[in-house]
């Protein structure tokens, strides 16, 4: 049976003070699971990077999202990442879901300070990235390939699942033992990821929601644990209602387009968008013209 869950927290908007959001210590979400969050809070990183770490003294561990290049997180993921004698750096292997600038720049600091330098995991940067998001990892992950957080038993009981979307290398991971899903960034707590174009794609983004529910339903996953916000229960009903906000959300905009056919972004940016603060827009037009581009796709 799976182990239970205690310390997993119900959904809440990420903005919203909860007594155990520090950066300072690692939460412990399970007996082998634990979440570090980085000191980037901000409006596109609600209280910060949650980098996961997945293992124990005995098996080493497996890091998700390292997070920015935080000279401080980056330690203090060392030093969680304990071996049986206290030491910190052991470290299996680093997960990048996808390269963003406060996901995947801690990870070759945090590989330099480990004294075996574990493997850097994760799906090359497309040419459609941002420059900021350039990446090459050590080793490329496969959609549905198994990996083994044990190396004494080497079943594999970690599953890639490549879901492009927030970016075209992004990728979760579904922890198959315990019905856990690590989002990354394709699913937050409080908030809907932002979609820019070109690397960013509405169309592979509502598919990959798709592949993650089919995924779910499957192994009977139990949580999502995103990469910004507290963890996320009954993984189904929450995509579901992602998905379903999304497509409410483009059936606005064909709704303002087809009111202006002639308008532009900035035409349709306040109609579409009049029920967030306007602070928002400038974020929300780049999902704005993901949506665009997808209804403009799916006219021809």
Same mark, same amino acid.
């Given at each position: 049976?799976?182990?239970?869950?205690?310390?997993?927290?119900?959904?809440?908007?990420?903005?919203?003070?909860?007594?155990?959001?520090?950066?300072?210590?690692?939460?412990?979400?399970?007996?082998?699971?634990?979440?570090?969050?980085?000191?980037?809070?901000?409006?596109?990183?609600?209280?910060?990077?949650?980098?996961?770490?997945?293992?124990?003294?005995?098996?080493?561990?497996?890091?998700?999202?390292?997070?920015?290049?935080?000279?401080?997180? $980056?330690? +203090? =993921?060392?030093? &969680?990442?304990? #071996? @049986? *004698?206290? !030491?910190? %750096?052991? $470290?299996? +292997? =680093?997960?990048? &879901?996808?390269? #963003? @600038? *406060?996901? !995947?720049? %801690?990870?070759?600091?945090?590989?330099?300070?480990?004294?075996?330098? @574990?493997?850097?995991?994760?799906?090359?940067?497309?040419?459609?990235?941002?420059?900021?998001?350039?990446?090459?990892?050590?080793?490329?992950?496969?959609?549905?390939?198994?990996?083994?957080?044990?190396?004494?038993?080497?079943?594999?009981?970690?599953?890639?699942?490549?879901?492009?979307?927030?970016?075209?290398?992004?990728?979760?991971?579904?922890?198959?033992?315990?019905?856990?899903?690590?989002?990354?960034?394709?699913?937050?707590?409080?908030?809907?990821?932002?979609?820019?174009?070109?690397?960013?794609?509405?169309?592979?983004?509502?598919?990959?929601?798709?592949?993650?529910?089919?995924?779910?339903?499957?192994?009977?996953?139990?949580?999502?644990?995103?990469?910004?916000?507290?963890?996320?229960?009954?993984?189904?009903?929450?995509?579901?209602?992602?998905?379903?906000?999304?497509?409410?959300?483009?059936?606005?905009?064909?709704?303002?387009?087809?009111?202006?056919?002639?308008?532009?972004?900035?035409?349709?940016?306040?109609?579409?968008?009049?029920?967030?603060?306007?602070?928002?827009?400038?974020?929300?037009?780049?999902?704005?013209?993901?949506?665009?581009?997808?209804?403009?796709?799916?006219?021809?």
């Amino acid at each position: 049976m799976p182990s239970t869950l205690p310390h997993l927290h119900p959904d809440r908007p990420v903005d919203q003070p909860l007594p155990d959001w520090q950066t300072s210590t690692a939460v412990r979400l399970l007996d082998n699971v634990l979440r570090l969050t980085a000191p980037n809070p901000g409006v596109m990183t609600g209280p910060g990077t949650n980098s996961y770490l997945i293992g124990t003294p005995a098996s080493g561990f497996t890091v998700i999202d390292p997070g920015p290049n935080d000279a401080e997180h $980056v330690r +203090r =993921i060392w030093q &969680t990442a304990e #071996h @049986p *004698d206290g !030491s910190g %750096g052991n $470290v299996l +292997r =680093i997960i990048c &879901t996808h390269s #963003h @600038p *406060d996901h !995947s720049p %801690g990870a070759a600091p945090l590989q330099a300070l480990c004294a075996h330098r @574990p493997p850097i995991l994760g799906l090359p940067s497309a040419p459609t990235a941002r420059a900021a998001s350039a990446f090459t990892p050590d080793e490329s992950l496969s959609n549905q390939e198994l990996l083994a957080l044990d190396p004494r038993a080497p079943a594999g009981d970690l599953m890639v699942i490549h879901t492009p979307g927030h970016a075209a290398n992004h990728v979760c991971l579904l922890m198959l033992a315990d019905g856990l899903l690590f989002s990354g960034d394709h699913i937050l707590n409080g908030s809907t990821t932002v979609i820019d174009p070109p690397d960013g794609n509405m169309t592979h983004y509502l598919d990959s929601l798709d592949a993650l529910a089919t995924a779910c339903e499957t192994h009977q996953a139990r949580y999502i644990l995103p990469a910004h916000g507290h963890s996320i229960p009954e993984p189904l009903k929450a995509i579901a209602a992602l998905k379903a906000h999304r497509l409410k959300r483009e059936a606005k905009i064909r709704t303002v387009m087809e009111a202006n056919p002639q308008g532009s972004l900035d035409d349709w940016l306040p109609l579409a968008y009049d029920d967030v603060p306007s602070g928002i827009w400038p974020v929300a037009k780049r999902s704005l013209m993901a949506h665009v581009e997808r209804l403009q796709t799916l006219n021809h």
